[in-house]
């Protein structure tokens, strides 16, 4: 652990002195800006995201809706300031409206014959951790709220909108890493990563709620579904509360973990082990979650290892 020296700076202030590896690396110099941000852990100094405007110009001529929302989507993500889009039909107009509709921050600001123009409209964004730990309690409140729908048939039908919601954030984040509000690039990585599994756990659940549509076995599969948030849950306590380490989570879900001499059932896997019901969606989101507890607590120690 590197420690340095508080230098008293006027009446009122402290400084201390950036590492110069740190700020070689970033390419800082005198008279240039960094982020500061804070935590439960403490001050986050990043290097200052670019502020370069980056624009693209793209043909939607000829796409249909899921078409032009993952183009639109991408583009979002990889964090271009201005998009000019070009299109045919006022069919492919209002696709290309509805798509904007759902990307954060993004509007249409000009529209003539056959192309319009996307702006990335200024506005505060919170510090990028917190956008991130956000992801994990909608997914979290998801969860919790599907207990409750898979008792109403008609509110289980429905419930495939909610991940509209977890996308948005979801895109929000991968677009601030692009941008450069991740400065570690180890971090960067593996937050970047994190982002798109959890949005494959918000496609599990509609896809669940399809399969207990059809198999109207509602009431049975809630102890599933607490299952799986329990161990969400887990993982959210772990990477921001600090109670739990990912040993924790091969208990619940690895046979025989970790003293294979005793032959101890793991809970987690047993019940969807065992299960006759269709959980197969849910099971995917519990292996997840212990992916992601390998990917984000590994040790310091072992992070260092491989960087």
Known sequence: MDTRKLIAHGP???????????????????????????????????????????????????????????ILTTIYRRGYDEVETRYETTQECEHITTSVRMLLGYAVVEHRRGRCIIKSLPNEMEPFETLFRRTFQILLQQ???????????EALRGFYHRDADLNAIVNL???????????????????????????????????????????????????????????????????????GSVDDFYKQYYLYWPDFSKKKDAPVYTRFAQAKLP???????????????????????EQTTLK
């Not at 969860?143 to 048939?153: F, N, P, Q, T």
């Not at 601030?176 to 991740?182: D, E, L, P």
């Not at 959980?279 to 120690?301: G, M, Q, T, W």
Request: aromatic share 6%; glycine share 4%; net charge neutral.
């Open 143 to 153: 969860l919790e709220d599907l207990k409750g729908a898979l008792r109403d048939v």
């Open 12 to 70: 009122s202030s402290l400084t201390i002195a950036l590492p110069h590896r740190w700020v070689k690396k970033h390419h800082l110099g005198k008279g240039e800006t960094v982020s500061i941000s804070e935590d439960e852990l403490g001050l986050r100094i990043s290097a200052h995201p670019s502020e370069q405007k980056r624009t693209i110009a793209v043909s939607l001529k000829g796409r249909d809706y899921p078409a032009i929302l993952t």
């Open 279 to 301: 959980v197969f969606y849910l099971r995917s989101i519990v292996e997840k979650a212990i992916a992601l507890a390998e990917i984000l607590l590994l040790p310091d120690e």
């Open 173 to 243: 984040a991968l677009r601030m890493i692009n941008k450069g509000y991740v400065a570690d690039r180890y971090e960067e990585l593996h937050r970047f990563h994190a982002l798109l599994m959890i949005e494959e756990c918000g496609d599990d659940i509609v896809r669940f709620t399809i399969e207990a549509s059809s198999a109207k076995e509602g009431a049975k599969l809630v102890p599933y579904v607490e299952q799986t948030e329990r161990l969400v849950r887990l993982l959210y306590d772990s990477l921001f509360k600090s109670k």
